[in-house]
T-cell receptor, first 120, second 116 residues
């Protein structure tokens, strides 16, 4: 019963290095999300993918790119890491479908255990 | 844009007592959902309880219940018979129910400490 799996759990980078955070879910969910969590800021949405083949910007997308590789996997890439990107990153998934077919569906988001990323 | 405000950065409660965490939100939408998530020191994000805006009845899950006041845009969490394992950061979250993206907007969190 893995749920949402994130790798790695910890990573230290130097400024300017690139890095891809991996996320996979085994619940056959349509929607996937990437958040960052900073002290005193709560969780903020970076990018999301409402369904396989689509991605959209969230609240704080600058400096990141994403790829929805298939229905299971949604990766987050830092092309040139900056100290301001030091954070804890969470991936989440939910069974929500695009198109409003279940208008009152309230499928919650299931979260991975997070990746602590430090950029020096 | 929706905003979620948790006005209590930190709270503490004695074991076995009751505590209420506050959350207010701002939206012009009528179709939405509200959630409380718990984040213990292990860093996991755990869904505690959820509420559909179209339901007047307050949601309950064992020792956890909410007081949902739609007109006041208030969504507080009550924890009864507090246990040491309830020590965690609690996040209130809003999700718009229309469209196709179902994004969550989180508050900044309330750190709850349950004292023995």
């Amino acid at each position: 019963n893995a749920g949402v799996t994130q790798t790695p759990k910890f990573q230290v980078l130097k400024t300017g290095q690139s890095m891809t955070l991996q996320c996979a879910q085994d619940m056959n969910h349509n929607s996937m999300y990437w958040y960052r969590q900073d002290p005193g800021m709560g969780l903020r949405l970076i990018y999301y993918s409402a369904s396989e083949g689509t991605t959209d910007k969230g609240e704080v997308p600058n400096g990141y790119n994403v790829s929805r590789l298939n229905k299971r996997e949604f990766s987050l890439r830092l092309e040139s890491a900056a100290p301001s990107q030091t954070s804890v990153y969470f991936c989440a998934s939910s069974a929500q479908k695009g198109g409003g077919t279940s208008r009152y569906s309230n499928q919650p988001q299931h979260f991975g255990d997070g990746t602590r990323l430090s950029i020096l | 844009a929706q905003t979620v405000t948790q006005s209590q950065p930190e709270m503490s409660v004695q074991e076995a007592e009751t505590v209420t965490l506050s959350c207010t939100y701002d939206t012009s939408e009528n179709n939405y959902y509200l959630f409380w998530y718990k984040q213990p020191p292990s860093r996991q994000m755990i869904l505690v309880i959820r509420q559909e805006a179209y339901k007047q009845q307050n949601a309950t899950e064992n020792r956890f219940s909410v007081n949902f006041q739609k007109a006041a845009k208030s969504f507080s969490l009550k924890i009864s018979d507090s246990q040491l394992g309830d020590t965690a950061m609690y996040f209130c979250a809003f999700m718009y129910g229309g469209g196709s993206n179902y994004k969550l907007t989180f508050g900044k969190g309330t750190l709850l400490t349950v004292n023995p």
